[in-house]
């Protein structure tokens, strides 16, 4: 489904992506694991096309989409849910999942079913700016926005980080329907090992900037994790 | 009251440059400095249409609106896009095709190298003719009110309502607000953000060209007029605060009414200086402009 060939990326002279190989397979899960600055967050960007320049070959549903402006990615079916959530200021909850509802080619304004089966939470606050909700609102706000552009992949850059621990288990249970049942397929940047090994299908620890180990998830040993992701 | 409404005028005319100026600096964080020449534009526009086609003062509104727009567009494209990112080029940029913009009036768009004179065009100033009903005083308890100061007035609070009614109400609006406030993921939710660059500039300068029709009423025209509105437009935009339009119509407000009034009792040339030092009086006490936006 999305497949990464030779791929360097870069901020402005440094070198983040060294040569990188990478496929994702229709309707799986695909962890992507490391310490901090490996290069995960950077990797989902060259993905979506934002702030890096990159070189090489990002195979998306069969076709070359990394000269394509981000928008028109986002058009081919990318939800991307960035670190940090990035609500955007001015806005309400209601528009911001609207934003979404841009890349879509059908309908257009209506929000998807799905993003209110998912997060029912999210219609009591409609009115409301979107960066007045909490961390863990904010967070299924981001997803819901991506929700609302009817991705077939969806990015999410480490989508439980600095929230309470009842929503995190809430968003967790979400990502999991997402794909089982929905059959989205999932790249997510985690740094919870726990939650890794029970959604993902497979995973790839990077280091610097490389693929160093992958595999089923399954594979994900205390070993391999003391080895590459231990201080 | 005669220069109250001389001052609300004055207030308006910076209101709609400075609102454009403010569109194009929110959404892209660039520095038009041709902003004012687009005022030029829009006034060239009326004494071309008036003198060629015999187009009034009210038809020119919209026609000036267009060809400014167009010419913002042409800049944002050719210019601004390749420079993204690189605030001082584009300012030189900017204020080059400033340059080049006040040349080719002057040297009647090139035609003059072959002796060709188009009339309204040159370095010689232009006056408009403004319609009879425009040049009445009315009297309202005992004081005037010239009519034409009015209706500046009247068409910048048009101008006002419809520029709130796009940027809050239309989806164009919350695409433009998106932009400006959190571009890349606002591009990864499908939204062509350079496209909403270019529709900002051309909105922006759309604007400037009306001001310049309504300038044209009471000034004469010359190619070099535009520049000192880019500076007013820009002070107004500092003091009012960045990026929040209520800020822009309050700082317009007191900025024109100072000038307004201060020129009244002594001269222009003191209107100036006291708007200068009103400038820097609220800046020193409020850096961050009357109104701070809560976006930040």
Redesign the interface.
């Known amino acids: 489904m999305l497949k990464l060939n030779h791929l360097n990326a870069f901020y402005g002279t440094s070198h983040i992506i060294h040569d990188l190989d990478l496929e994702i397979r229709k309707g799986e899960i695909f962890c992507l694991l490391g310490r901090n600055g490996v290069g995960k967050t950077t990797l989902l960007r060259s993905l ?1 096309g ?2 890096v320049n990159t070189t090489g070959r990002i195979e998306f549903e069969g076709r070359d989409i990394s000269t394509l ?3 028109a ?3 081919l079916g ?1 939800g ?1 849910v ?1 670190q940090g959530r ?1 609500i ?4 309400t909850v209601l ?1 911001n999942i ?7 080619e059908d309908g257009r ?1 209506t929000v998807p079913q799905l993003v209110w089966d998912t997060f029912p939470m999210l219609k009591e606050h409609l009115h409301r700016r979107g ?1 007045n909700l909490s961390g863990g609102q904010q967070q299924q706000l981001a997803i819901a ?2 929700l ?2 009817d991705p077939s992949v969806l990015l999410l850059d480490e989508p439980t980080e600095g929230i309470q621990p009842n929503v995190v288990e809430d968003i967790e249970k979400s990502i999991t329907t997402l794909n089982r049942v929905h059959g989205l397929t999932i790249v997510l940047i985690e740094q919870k090992i726990r939650f890794a090994r029970s959604a993902a299908h497979r995973f790839a620890i990077l280091e610097k900037g490389r693929v160093r180990v992958s595999g089923a998830s399954n594979e994900l040993s205390n070993d391999l994790i003391h080895r590459h992701m231990g201080l | 009251m005669e220069t109250f409404v001389i001052g609300l005028s004055i207030a308006s005319i910076l209101f709609i440059v400075a609102l454009g100026l403010a569109i194009v600096y929110g959404t892209m964080k660039v520095i038009n400095l041709a902003h004012g020449e687009m005022v030029m534009i829009g006034a060239y526009v009326t004494v071309l249409a008036s003198k060629h086609l015999g187009l009034s003062i009210y038809s020119c509104l919209p026609l000036a609106f267009l060809v400014a727009a167009l010419f913002g567009l042409a800049i944002e494209v050719l210019v601004v896009r390749p420079l993204y990112g690189r605030l001082l080029d584009t300012l030189l940029a900017t204020w080059g095709i400033a340059l080049i913009l006040q040349q080719l009036i002057r040297i009647h768009f090139g035609f003059a190298l072959f002796g060709i004179q188009i009339d309204g065009l040159g370095s010689d100033l232009q006056n408009v003719p403004v319609p009879a009903e425009l040049q009445q005083t009315l009297h309202v308890l005992g004081t005037n009110i010239p009519v034409y100061r009015t209706f500046v007035f009247g068409v910048a609070v048009v101008l006002g309502l419809v520029s709130w009614w796009l940027i809050y109400k239309t ?1 164009f609006g ?2 433009l ?2 932009v400006s ?2 571009r ?11 496209r909403i660059n270019a529709l900002a500039f051309a909105y922006g300068s759309g604007l400037a060209g009306i001001a310049g029709v309504l300038v044209s009423g009471f000034k004469t025209v010359s190619p070099d007029m535009g520049a000192p509105y880019v500076i007013d437009a820009f002070l107004v935009v500092v003091a009012g605060g960045v990026g929040h339009l209520l800020g822009t119509v309050l700082s317009a407000g007191i900025l024109g009414e100072v000038q307004s009034f201060v020129a009244t009792w002594s001269n222009d040339v003191y209107g100036r200086t006291v708007l200068f030092a009103v400038v820097i009086l609220i800046l020193l006490f409020k850096p961050q402009g009357l109104f701070v936006s809560r ?2």
Not at chain 1, 88 to 91: R, S, T
Not at chain 1, 98 to 104: E, K, T, W
Not at chain 2, 184 to 194: E, L, P, R
């Open positions: 979506v934002i702030t402006p981000t928008h990615r986002a058009r990318l991307y960035p990035e955007v200021p001015g806005l528009e609207l934003l979404g509802c841009n890349a879509r304004k960066t926005r991506a609302a552009t | 989806r919350s695409q607000r998106a406030a959190a890349n993921i606002t591009a990864a939710c499908g939204v062509n953000d350079k976006n930040r």
